[in-house]
């Protein structure tokens, strides 16, 4: 039997505790029946009025943390107060928004430049500060959402990059627990309040793996952590070989021996529990779905906790995930006024590069997300190959940044989809994506000028130019991975004349996947019935 692993590390406070983890970025997407009813987030007109609201909120919330609390206590919450009082936070916000950026992303700007200033200083208790601002910026955050940060169970042990002051503050010790930072600080103010309750805590593990109710064990006297057998730390994004997030072994063949790729789409939070590995990775997944408001696309944390547990739970297989695609008839609550949203327009990649905002925060969780599993990022509703290259220079400033905050990050490969007409025709001018997927919703829709509401209606006659152009646009993309999302996908009635097309990697809905397995398997891979069929 394999011995347990005993991580080094440095202790913060003194004590040993045992307990089941609790994995701080593995949060659970709530689901809409999970989720409270809150306000739409806060227009760009009169928003301020709404993050002042919100600020009143957190103080009010520090503030009732702070009755009863012992003096380190009240000293550390009465710091967090007097910054969201400081009308230099709030004039700096300002300023953004005249520039007309978005109330929630102008806060989350202003905080994160002052998280990069004390990230970035010489000494250690000013760099232990930045957590305090990042508690203080996810506080107003979730009033904004109305969303408050959870707790996590009594007599856990406390696992992550780092701990918010308030979060400790706020949770039961008495029932034991302890912590174990990633980074962290021994200077921090979460390490003076453990020290203040004898809390053991340690920092400066490094990434390990664990699984949410593993045993772990935390020694604050010798400073380590020590985990189950099968434990491991996680290596550096720099230690780990490349490999094409695009190929698998064929398991499923077609009646000739050609092997197909099929895949799950991702739409709803469920469907990342009904998620396999031992049977398919995901060609698709759909981010909106974890976005209610603008303060969701601004919450970078709550972005990649979703992301990360997509990852792990996919294990070793590939995850494609699809940037926000909201526009036209998928608003989003607090981008109301944004010109020509209620039109086609300003939709996918245009919004984005409009709001670049929306884009970098997103960029950051998957970046930080990549270093969990095999991922993948694909633009949505692409027209044009600068969009793809506009998008790449985001994600590299966006690496550049986490780099000099030392942020474990990765860069995926990012292809686009495929659902406007004009692209498809084009492919052969789309050099910088890494690979394509064919969402064939939109691209129906556009091609057959139908209106939304009538797609339904027209997608059986439209099947053939669909697929002509389908056929046209696998030629023109010279070997690059190319897969299909679309509902034609998951529709057996398509599959001779995908396969035909050169399709060889199907995503479909969960629920479709046996049927859609079981016909393949009775197709020669040009789309012609195996004999005996």
């Given at each position: 039997?394999?011995?347990?692993?005993?991580?080094?590390?440095?202790?913060?406070s003194?004590?040993?505790?045992?307990?089941?983890?609790f994995?701080?970025?593995?949060l659970k997407?709530?689901?809409a029946?999970?989720?409270?009813d809150?306000?739409?987030?806060?227009?760009?007109?009169?928003?301020?009025?709404?993050?002042?609201?919100?600020i009143?909120?957190?103080?009010?919330?520090?503030?009732?943390?702070?009755?009863?609390?012992?003096a380190?206590s009240?000293?550390?919450?009465?710091?967090?107060?007097?910054?969201l009082?400081?009308?230099?936070?709030a004039?700096?916000?300002?300023a953004?928004?005249?520039?007309?950026?978005n109330?929630?992303?102008?806060?989350?700007?202003?905080l994160?430049?002052?998280?990069?200033?004390?990230e970035a200083a010489?000494?250690?208790q000013?760099?232990?500060?930045?957590v305090d601002?990042?508690?203080?910026?996810?506080?107003v955050?979730g009033?904004l959402?109305?969303?408050?940060?959870?707790?996590?169970?009594?007599?856990?042990?406390f696992?992550?990059?780092?701990?918010?002051p308030?979060?400790f503050l706020?949770?039961?010790?008495?029932?034991g627990?302890?912590?174990?930072?990633?980074a962290?600080?021994t200077a921090?103010h979460?390490?003076?309040?453990?020290r203040?309750?004898?809390?053991?805590?340690?920092?400066?593990?490094g990434?390990?793996?664990?699984?949410?109710?593993d045993?772990?064990r935390?020694?604050?006297?010798t400073?380590?952590?020590?985990?189950?057998?099968?434990?491991?730390l996680i290596?550096?994004?720099?230690?780990?070989?490349?490999r094409?997030m695009?190929t698998?072994?064929?398991?499923?063949?077609?009646?000739?021996g050609?092997?197909?790729?099929?895949s799950?789409?991702?739409?709803?939070?469920?469907?990342?529990?009904?998620?396999?590995?031992?049977t398919?990775g995901?060609?698709?997944?759909r981010?909106?779905?974890?976005?209610?408001?603008i303060?969701?696309?601004?919450?970078?944390?709550?972005?990649?906790?979703?992301?990360?547990?997509?990852?792990e739970?996919?294990?070793?297989?590939?995850?494609?995930?699809?940037?926000?695609?909201?526009?036209?008839?998928?608003?989003l609550?607090?981008?109301?006024?944004?010109?020509?949203?209620?039109?086609?327009?300003?939709r996918?990649i245009?919004?984005?590069l409009?709001?670049?905002?929306i884009a970098?925060?997103q960029?950051r969780?998957?970046l930080r997300?990549?270093?969990?599993?095999?991922?993948?990022?694909?633009?949505?509703?692409?027209?044009?190959?600068?969009?793809?290259?506009?998008?790449?220079?985001?994600?590299r400033?966006?690496?550049?940044?986490?780099g000099?905050?030392?942020?474990?990050?990765?860069?995926?490969?990012?292809?686009?989809?495929?659902?406007?007409?004009?692209a498809?025709?084009?492919?052969?001018t789309?050099?910088?994506?890494?690979f394509?997927?064919?969402?064939?919703?939109d691209?129906?829709?556009y091609?057959?000028?139908?209106?939304?509401?009538?797609?339904?209606?027209?997608?059986?006659?439209?099947a053939?130019a669909?697929l002509?152009?389908i056929?046209?646009?696998?030629k023109?993309i010279?070997?690059k991975?190319?897969?299909?999302?679309?509902?034609?996908?998951?529709?057996?009635?398509?599959?001779p004349g995908?396969?035909a097309a050169g399709l060889?990697?199907?995503?479909?809905?969960?629920?479709?996947?046996?049927?859609?397995?079981?016909?393949?398997?009775?197709l020669?891979?040009?789309?012609?019935?195996?004999?005996?069929?």
């Amino acid at each position: 039997m394999a011995e347990p692993l005993k991580l080094k590390a440095k202790s913060a406070s003194p004590g040993i505790a045992s307990g089941p983890a609790f994995l701080a970025e593995k949060l659970k997407a709530p689901s809409a029946a999970e989720r409270p009813d809150v306000a739409p987030a806060p227009r760009i007109a009169g928003g301020f009025g709404a993050l002042e609201k919100a600020i009143d909120i957190s103080i009010s919330e520090l503030e009732h943390l702070a009755e009863g609390a012992d003096a380190e206590s009240r000293d550390i919450i009465d710091f967090q107060i007097e910054v969201l009082r400081d009308p230099t936070i709030a004039e700096a916000t300002g300023a953004r928004m005249q520039a007309d950026e978005n109330v929630v992303f102008a806060w989350v700007a202003t905080l994160d430049a002052y998280i990069g200033e004390l990230e970035a200083a010489d000494e250690e208790q000013m760099r232990a500060r930045a957590v305090d601002i990042l508690d203080i910026k996810n506080r107003v955050l979730g009033a904004l959402a109305g969303t408050p940060i959870a707790d996590f169970p009594p007599g856990s042990v406390f696992i992550g990059k780092d701990m918010e002051p308030s979060r400790f503050l706020a949770h039961d010790w008495s029932k034991g627990g302890g912590i174990a930072l990633f980074a962290g600080s021994t200077a921090g103010h979460v390490a003076l309040l453990a020290r203040a309750k004898s809390v053991p805590m340690v920092v400066g593990t490094g990434r390990f793996s664990a699984a949410d109710g593993d045993p772990v064990r935390v020694d604050g006297d010798t400073g380590a952590v020590v985990l189950k057998a099968g434990g491991m730390l996680i290596p550096a994004p720099a230690q780990t070989p490349a490999r094409d997030m695009h190929t698998e072994s064929g398991e499923l063949r077609t009646a000739d021996g050609v092997p197909i790729l099929l895949s799950i789409n991702i739409n709803d939070p469920a469907d990342i529990d009904a998620l396999d590995p031992a049977t398919a990775g995901v060609g698709l997944m759909r981010s909106e779905f974890s976005f209610t408001s603008i303060a969701d696309a601004a919450n970078e944390e709550r972005q990649l906790a979703i992301y990360r547990r997509v990852l792990e739970q996919a294990g070793d297989r590939p995850v494609t995930i699809r940037m926000l695609d909201i526009g036209g008839d998928k608003p989003l609550a607090g981008l109301e006024d944004l010109p020509a949203l209620s039109t086609s327009g300003l939709r996918g990649i245009r919004l984005l590069l409009a709001r670049p905002e929306i884009a970098s925060v997103q960029a950051r969780a998957l970046l930080r997300a990549a270093v969990f599993g095999r991922l993948s990022v694909m633009l949505p509703m692409v027209t044009f190959p600068d969009e793809i290259d506009r998008m790449r220079e985001i994600f590299r400033e966006e690496a550049e940044k986490l780099g000099r905050r030392s942020l474990l990050h990765r860069m995926p490969p990012i292809g686009m989809m495929v659902e406007v007409p004009s692209a498809a025709l084009m492919l052969d001018t789309f050099g910088s994506a890494a690979f394509f997927s064919f969402g064939t919703n939109d691209l129906t829709q556009y091609l057959a000028a139908s209106a939304r509401d009538d797609i339904d209606a027209d997608a059986g006659k439209a099947a053939p130019a669909v697929l002509r152009l389908i056929a046209q646009a696998v030629k023109l993309i010279a070997g690059k991975p190319v897969s299909i999302c679309g509902d034609m996908a998951g529709n057996p009635s398509y599959l001779p004349g995908l396969l035909a097309a050169g399709l060889r990697h199907f995503s479909v809905a969960p629920a479709r996947r046996p049927a859609i397995r079981s016909a393949i398997i009775g197709l020669n891979a040009d789309g012609t019935r195996a004999a005996g069929e």
